[in-house]
């Protein structure tokens, strides 16, 4: 669904930038941009439906970070990929290898941010 989607995407940002060289930049960076937000919700929303499992209950916060680490394989890949993408667009002149460094941390920050929910919120050992 998104392949032909993403062509028409395309068309219109080759159009544009015939068009305009300076606007193209723009919507360049704004279409990056709300698709790195998009990958985001798209990866909390799969995190969050793997903390809501009944098959966590009674993990320990290492077993649970594992299997955090593990969830949402592709979600994860396009949010780095696309959070890489618009980094690359708004900051052309910093070197690739910052910008995966930075999507990278984002991926794990947010599996962090999983965890320490789940540690915080699981209820107390009996």
Known sequence: MRRPMLGVALVMMTSAAMISPAMSDDDDTKGAQKLAQQGRDDYWHCL??????????????QDFGRSVAGACPSERQYYRVVLLDYLTTQYPNIDAGAHLAT?????????KDIVTAF????????
Do not use: I, L, W
Request: glycine share 4%.
């Open 48 to 61: 969050a439906r793997e903390y809501s499992r009944d098959s966590n209950q009674g993990m320990t916060e």
């Open 119 to 126: 540690v915080k919120h699981r209820p107390p050992a009996k």
């Open 103 to 111: 999507a990278n941390r984002a991926v794990e920050s947010a599996q």
